[in-house]
């Protein structure tokens, strides 16, 4: 018994050590790939195409500030105010999955950026909970200046095409910096479904979820960093 309790100790210093470790590394330096790349780039090959990952990393200071409000008007709303967790925006989609087969995620910047970054993907409750030990430690060692550059160089945007340079320049023809507010609205209006939608043949629905985040970006009014 004394033996176990050892172990479980040096299993768990070594796992806070590791993770801590590797959360701070990425404070400064850019994680070059995530598991989701890797995996969409077996299901690409798997289906007869070219292995393909395509992304080009952009700092925060070159992204245009549209992409960065439509980010945030569209995924989380408070993000410069919350500490990883919007604990109302989890409840109403508790409180709506109860009521409907088409299951809605209530999760932040912070935890999105976690889950891409650091966790595999899929869905179970212990990929969750690593989720929120994750999203707490890049939110007590990175600035939200990082996790908002972080998310928006990793997270998926088409087939094969991840970051919102790669998106800008496959879409817009343009760099990240040049998005107008209608661009970055219809780039963020196809996230929930990247592989279904394109920014430039959207649907009525597409051309519906830019209109209303064009609106909540008026709203939201200047972004303080």
């Known amino acids: 018994m004394r033996l176990f309790k050892y ?21 400064f330096i850019n994680p070059p790939v995530t598991l989701l790349m890797i995996e969409r780039g077996f299901e690409r090959k798997a289906a007869g195409k070219d292995w393909k990952i395509d992304k080009d990393w952009v700092s925060f200071d070159e992204m245009s500030i549209n992409i960065k409000k439509a980010a945030v008007a569209s995924e989380d709303q408070l993000f410069l105010e919350h500490h990883g967790f919007d604990l109302r925006a989890i409840e109403r989609a508790i409180d709506k999955n109860q009521h409907s087969n088409k299951l809605i995620g209530g999760s932040t910047i912070s935890q999105q950026t976690a889950k891409n970054v650091f966790l595999w993907p899929g869905r179970s409750y212990i990929r969750k909970a690593f989720e929120a030990y994750f999203t707490m430690l890049i939110e007590a060692l990175w600035s939200k200046e990082r996790i908002m550059e972080v998310y928006l160089n990793v997270i998926e ?9 790669a998106a800008s320049e496959t879409y817009f023809k343009r760099h990240a910096s040049q998005l107008n507010k ?15 939608w394109s920014p430039v043949k959207p649907t009525q629905y597409i051309r519906h979820r830019s209109y209303l985040i064009m609106k909540n970006m008026r709203r939201l009014g200047p972004l303080d960093f």
């Not at 945007?157 to 340079?165: F, V």
Request: charged letters at 10%.
């Open 182 to 196: 209608q661009q970055a609205a219809l780039i963020v209006g196809v996230w929930p479904n990247p592989l279904k």
């Open 157 to 165: 945007m088409g087939d094969g095409i991840y970051g919102i340079e």
């Open 7 to 27: 172990l479980l100790k040096l299993i768990l210093i070594g796992f806070f050590g590791v993770t801590i470790l590797w959360v701070l590394l990425l404070r």
